[in-house]
């Protein structure tokens, strides 16, 4: 007989599934995991993506659906993609966030309120290299539509910076 697979049991699934754009974080750290529900060999997952228009939506259903459908007793597999509510910058975990510092990749500080321009960029981006605030805007596009590259005054190094959403 084969045990009942729980949601905890999907959840720790969930935490092997990295961002194929950051692989320094998983999917749960970057808090695009909505839901989760299991019963009856049916586990459910609502996958909130961190851009509309990401390029790596199919790889991150497919991930996702590969974790779970590995648990033992899940024998359907249900992702749903979703949009509501939003994905924001506030969903990303403390260790998520220490985890992008350590990429290289600038978190959002989560310090108060952050004035966010028009196109999506903290008024602010604080360099995880050195953690000085004399930094400027080199492009709006980053590697990914999500990110924007800055440089630091201070120690000269470039650094990609999360938009806002």
């Given amino acids: 007989m084969v045990n009942e697979a729980t949601a905890d049991d ?4 969930l935490e092997t599934v990295v961002d194929p754009e950051i692989p320094a974080v998983s ?3 970057m808090g695009m995991i909505r839901s989760v ?3 009856a060999g049916r586990a459910s997952v609502v ?3 961190t851009f509309t228009g990401c390029p790596a939506i199919g790889v991150i259903e497919q991930d996702v659906r590969g974790a779970v459908s590995s648990v033992p007793g899940v024998v359907e597999v249900e992702i749903r993609m979703s949009f509501d509510p939003p994905w924001t910058t506030d969903r990303i975990t403390l260790e998520g966030r220490r985890k992008l ?3 290289g990749l600038a978190p959002p500080t ?3 309120p952050v004035l966010i321009t028009e196109i999506g960029l903290p008024s602010e ?3 995880p290299f050195c953690g000085s605030r004399d930094t400027t805007n080199q492009s709006l596009f980053g590697p990914t ?5 800055y440089h630091c005054s201070s120690c000269k190094n470039p650094f990609e910076q999360f938009k806002a959403v």
């Fill in 110 to 112: 989560g310090e108060g």
């Fill in 27 to 29: 999917v749960v750290e």
């Fill in 125 to 127: 981006a604080i360099c």
């Fill in 37 to 39: 529900e299991v019963g």
């Fill in 47 to 49: 996958v909130l993506p």
């Fill in 145 to 149: 539509p999500c990110r924007a590259i």
């Fill in 101 to 103: 510092k350590d990429f």
């Fill in 10 to 13: 999907v959840w720790v699934a």
